[in-house]
C-alpha cells in the first residue's frame, strides 16, 4: 500500500483540504493531527463506571497486577468497555429502528398521511417469516400487525426476539448453547449497562458473552428491522446508476444535501425537490433547479433507491461545506460532526437539525414530526433555495465525480442469479465452490481521520477483487469505493482477478456490490443465511469462505456491528489499534474463545497488508475445511477462452433476467 502521508486518499477530498489549510479553515483532519489519541483509554486500559476512578490500570504485568480502587483487573475493565461500546451501537442502530416501526404503525393506521406502503411484496415476505396471516387482508392491517409484532421486540420479557429464527438452525444452536439469544432489544441494552456499573459482572468471558448478546440483538434486531421496515415503506433496492464525488454539488442550482441516518425525512424532501411549485421556487430565486444529494448513510439510504447521488461518507462531511456550494445540510443523528455548524459560519451554507433527539449550537432546528413530513419538507426545500441567493464565491468549487452503480439488495442478488421464478444463490456457491470466486468479503464501517481517509478501503477493495474475493460493501466503505470510482461494473475488467471477472461479466455485475446504509449490514446477514441454506458450502454462517472487515472503524456502531458478525459466525478484522490491546485475556477470548465457540473471531490489526494476509487466510482455510477445489489463481483466465460452453450458458441463462430491468 501507498504509505505516502496525506490526509486523505481521495484526490478531490485532499484538494479541499489543502485549500482549507491554505484559507486558515481546521478540519478533522488537522485536529486529529493536534489531538493525539490517550494511550492507556485506546487500549481500554482507563475504567471511569465509578467516581473513586478514573483508575488506569497500567504498568508492568498490568494484566496480572493492576488493580483500580475496587480491585477490577485489567481483562474486567477492557472487557466492560467494550461491552459498553456494543451497547452503545446497539441502542444507536435500534433506536433507529424503533422510529423506523413506529412510521410504520403510524403509516398503517392513517396518522402519517404522507407515508404508504411502497413494497407490498417486501411486506407480506416479512409477514410470512412473522408468521402473519397476510392473504385476503387489507395491506394497512397486515402493516399494523407487522408493525405491533417488532415493537415486541422493544418489550417482551421472557423469550427470543422474532428474526432470532432466520438464522440457519445450527447458528441458532450455538447461540443457545451459549445463552446468548436476545429476549429484546432494549434489554439487552439495559442489562449491558447494568452489568458493567461498579460492582456487578467481573468475570470477562461471562461480560463478553452478555455484550454477544446485546450485539445481536443489533443485527438481527434493530439494524434487521430497520433495513425491512425502509423496504416495505420506500421500496426494496435494486441496482441504479448514480455519481460519487464532491462534483455532484452544481453551480446554478439549490444543492441540498440529506446527512444522518433516518431516510423518512430523507425521503420525503427527495419526493417534494421534484414538486413544480417547489422548482418554481427556487427559479424565482435565481436557481435553475433543485440538486440534491446525500451524505453519510442517509446517501445510501436515497441513492439505492431514487439514484441520489452521494457526496460521500464521514469523513467529507466538512469538505463537503468547504466547496462553498451547499445551500442547506439536513441532519439528524448518528456520525455528524458539531464542528459543520461552526464551520458553516465561515461559508454560506445552512445547518438544519431535524432529530428531536440532537440539536448543535447555532444551526437551526426545525423539527421532523412524521404526521406533517410533507410540510416540514417543503419549509426545508423552501430554506435551502432562500439561502441560495447567499451563495459566495468563497470555496474550493471541486468538481470531480465518478458514475456508480448501487443498491443490490439481498432481494435483488438473488433475482440476478435466476430470475422471478427461479432466484436463488445457487450461481453464486457454485462459484465460490469451483473457485472462480475465492471468497467473499464485506467491506463496511466508517473513514477516519487517522490514516489516510478512505485510504485502506480503496487499498483492500483493488487488492481483494485481485484475488478473486466478492465484495460486499455497506455505510462509508460504500462512500469510499463510490467516491474513488470503484462501483461500477467497469472496475472488474480493469482490477478483477480472472475468475470473478468472469462471474461479474455473466452476471453482469460490479465486484463491489453496494449493499445499503451501515443498517444493512443486516442484508449481509440473511444474504449468508441464504447461502448456507442453498447448500454446498457451509450449512451454517460459521465457516463460510467469509470474512468481514471495517479497516477504517470509529464508531461504537462499528463494534456492534463487528461483534454481531462474530457471534454469526464470520471473522472479522478491524483496522486501527484494538480498543482491548491492553489486555491479552481479553484478546484471546475474542480471538480465539469465540472462534472455537461460534466459528467467528474479532481482530484488530492496524497494518493493511497483515489485514489483506488474514483475510485471505480465513478464506483460504474455510475452503479447505469444507473440501472444496484448492483456489488458484489465473486458474480461469487460463480457462476463459476455452472455458466449457454448456457452463458459461447456463451461468448466463441463469443471471441474465434481470439484465435491462
Ligand atoms: S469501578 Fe473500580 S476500576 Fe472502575 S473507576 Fe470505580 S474503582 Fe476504578
Ligand atoms: S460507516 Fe461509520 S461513519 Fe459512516 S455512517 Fe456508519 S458509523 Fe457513521
Redo the contacts with the bound molecule.
Keep these: 500500500m501507498d504509505k505516502h502521508i496525506m490526509k486523505s486518499a481521495n484526490e478531490a477530498a485532499e484538494r479541499i483540504i489543502e485549500w482549507g489549510e491554505a484559507h486558515k479553515i481546521e478540519t478533522c483532519f488537522e485536529r486529529a493531527e493536534k489531538l493525539k489519541p490517550c494511550p492507556i483509554g485506546e487500549k481500554g486500559a482507563c475504567?471511569?463506571?465509578?467516581h473513586?476512578?478514573?483508575?488506569r490500570l497500567v504498568g508492568k504485568n498490568a494484566e496480572e497486577e493492576a488493580r483500580?480502587?475496587?480491585g477490577?483487573t485489567l481483562p474486567t475493565?477492557a472487557a466492560r468497555n467494550l461491552v459498553r461500546m456494543i451497547a452503545a451501537g446497539t441502542a444507536a442502530h435500534s433506536d433507529h429502528a424503533r422510529d423506523m416501526v413506529l412510521t410504520l404503525l403510524a403509516t398503517a393506521t392513517g396518522e402519517a398521511k404522507d407515508f404508504q406502503i411502497t413494497d407490498v411484496r417486501k411486506l407480506y415476505r416479512v409477514a410470512g417469516i412473522l408468521g402473519i396471516e397476510f392473504e385476503g387482508r387489507p395491506v394497512n392491517d397486515v402493516a399494523k400487525d407487522v408493525a405491533l409484532r417488532f415493537l415486541e421486540d422493544y418489550s417482551r420479557q421472557k423469550g427470543e426476539i422474532n428474526y432470532a429464527k432466520r438464522a440457519p438452525k445450527k447458528t441458532q444452536e450455538r447461540w443457545r448453547k451459549w445463552g446468548i439469544v436476545p429476549r429484546n432489544i432494549d434489554r439487552e441494552i439495559a442489562e449491558a449497562m447494568h452489568r458493567t456499573s461498579?460492582g456487578v459482572d467481573h468475570d470477562p468471558d461471562h461480560l463478553l458473552l452478555h455484550g454477544l448478546k446485546t450485539a445481536i440483538a443489533d443485527g438481527w434486531g434493530g439494524s434487521m428491522i430497520s433495513t425491512d421496515i425502509t423496504d416495505i415503506l420506500f421500496g426494496t433496492p435494486r441496482p441504479v446508476k448514480a455519481e460519487a464525488s464532491f462534483g455532484i454539488f452544481k453551480e446554478d442550482e439549490v444543492n441540498l444535501v440529506v446527512h444522518g441516518h433516518e431516510p423518512s425525512l430523507a425521503e420525503m424532501i427527495v419526493d417534494v425537490a421534484s414538486e413544480p411549485e417547489m422548482i418554481a421556487y427556487a427559479k424565482s430565486k435565481g436557481a435553475k433547479g433543485i440538486n440534491l444529494g446525500g451524505m453519510c448513510c442517509t446517501a445510501n439510504e436515497v441513492l439505492m433507491r431514487h439514484g441520489i447521488p452521494t457526496a460521500g461518507g464521514f469523513t467529507n462531511q466538512e469538505l463537503g461545506i468547504m466547496t462553498g456550494l451547499v445551500d442547506a445540510l439536513t441532519v439528524d443523528v448518528q456520525c455528524i460532526m458539531p464542528a459543520i455548524a461552526e464551520l458553516s459560519k465561515k461559508f454560506h451554507t445552512k445547518i438544519i437539525t431535524t432529530s428531536e433527539k440532537a440539536k448543535i449550537p447555532s444551526a437551526v432546528h426545525i423539527e421532523y414530526d412524521e404526521h406533517r413530513a410533507r410540510e416540514i419538507a417543503r419549509e426545508i426545500v423552501k430554506l435551502a433555495c432562500d439561502n441560495y441567493q447567499n451563495r459566495k464565491t468563497e470555496g474550493s468549487h471541486i468538481t470531480d465525480k465518478f458514475p456508480v452503480v448501487a443498491g443490490f439488495s439481498h432481494e435483488y442478488i438473488e433475482y440476478m442469479q435466476g430470475g422471478r421464478w427461479r432466484a436463488s444463490f445457487r450461481p453464486l456457491n457454485d462459484a465460490i465452490m469451483a473457485g472462480r470466486i475465492r471468497g467473499v468479503v464485506g467491506l463496511a464501517g466508517c473513514d477516519n481521520p487517522r490514516v489516510p481517509s478512505t485510504g485502506i478501503h480503496k487499498y483492500l477493495a483493488t487488492e481483494l477483487i485481485k484475488n478473486d474475493v466478492l465484495i460486499v460493501s455497506t455505510g462509508c466503505g460504500s462512500a469510499a469505493c463510490g467516491t474513488a470510482g470503484y462501483l461500477t461494473p467497469e472496475m472488474a475488467l480493469e482490477h478483477a482477478g480472472p475468475g470473478l471477472r468472469e462471474v461479474c461479466e455473466a452476471i453482469g455485475i460490479p465486484p463491489i456490490l453496494h449493499l445499503g446504509a451501515c443498517v444493512d449490514n443486516s442484508r449481509i446477514l440473511t444474504i449468508l443465511s441464504a447461502m448456507a441454506e442453498e447448500g454446498g458450502l457451509s450449512d451454517e454462517i460459521g465457516g463460510m469462505p467469509g470474512v468481514g472487515i471495517a479497516p477504517e472503524w470509529m464508531s461504537e456502531k462499528a463494534i456492534a456491528i463487528g461483534c454481531y458478525f462474530a457471534a454469526s459466525g464470520v471473522p472479522v478484522i478491524f483496522g486501527g489499534e484494538s480498543p482491548v490491546g491492553s489486555s491479552e485475556e481479553v484478546t484471546r477470548i475474542m480471538t480465539e474463545v469465540w472462534y472455537e465457540r461460534f466459528k467467528g473471531a474479532m481482530h484488530f490489526e492496524p497494518d493493511p497488508e497483515k489485514m489483506l494476509a488474514l483475510a485471505l487466510d480465513y478464506i483460504d482455510k474455510a475452503r479447505e475445511a469444507l473440501k472444496l477445489k484448492k483456489y488458484e489463481p489465473g486458474k480461469f483466465g487460463a480457462e476463459r477462452v476455452l472455458m466449457d460452453m454448456a457452463a458459461r450458458r447456463e451461468l448466463e441463462r441463469a443471471a441474465k433476467p434481470h439484465i435491462g430491468l
Excluded at 473513586?52 to 483508575?55: A, L, S, T, V, Y
Design positions: 475504567c471511569k463506571v465509578c473513586m476512578g478514573p483508575c483500580g480502587v475496587c477490577a475493565v461498579v
